[in-house]
Structure formats: structure tokens, C-alpha cells
């Protein structure tokens, strides 16, 4: 899988364990604004996911697909692809 959707998934397991009562999704567009926004600003990219993360992060229900054999919330790949289509450059 692509370093930035695994960095992704660990980013929001350690964010739902600061906030374990609450179901989240992303919002795929705020999360590549500011994921974005950070790394042209020189984040690193651990920092700007973390920060992309707590921006964009909603309540509500995530739904799952299966990709290559993992589970993966649907809105973590459009968030992806967001990213990949905003700046290619920090991919």
C-alpha cells in the first residue's frame, strides 16, 4: 500500500485512542487542503497528517472496503486521492 495511506491509517488509530467514544470519517477534500497547505509550508509528513487528521475528522459512520486483502475506510482512499490530485508532489 502507498506510504501516505498507511501513514494515514496509523495516524487516525492513534487520534480514535484519544477520542475511543466517538466514530469518525474524514472529509477527503479539508484533509488534502490542509495536508497540502503543511507540506508546501515544509511539515514534516508525519506532522501534516496528524494535523490534516484533527482538521478534517467528523463524526459519523466509516464505511470499509477491502483492498488487497486489509480493510481500509472508504473515506481514508478518497482522502488519498485527493491528496494525489491537489499535490502529487508529496505523495
Known amino acids: 500500500m502507498n506510504k501516505l495511506l498507511l501513514s494515514t491509517l496509523t ?4 487520534f480514535a485512542l484519544v477520542a475511543p467514544a ?3 470519517v474524514l472529509l477527503p477534500h479539508t484533509y ?3 495536508f497540502c497547505s503543511l507540506r508546501d509550508m515544509g511539515v514534516d509528513r508525519d506532522g501534516a497528517i496528524a494535523a490534516a487528521a484533527r ?13 488487497n486483502g486489509r480493510k481500509v475506510d472508504v ?4 482522502a ?9 508532489q508529496h505523495m
Open 11 to 14: 495516524a487516525l488509530s492513534a
Open 75 to 78: 473515506d481514508v482512499l478518497q
Open 80 to 88: 488519498r486521492r485527493a491528496v494525489s490530485e491537489r499535490c502529487p
Open 55 to 67: 482538521a478534517a475528522y467528523v463524526d459519523g459512520d466509516a464505511i470499509q472496503v477491502t483492498v
Open 22 to 24: 466517538q466514530a469518525g
Open 32 to 34: 488534502a487542503a490542509e
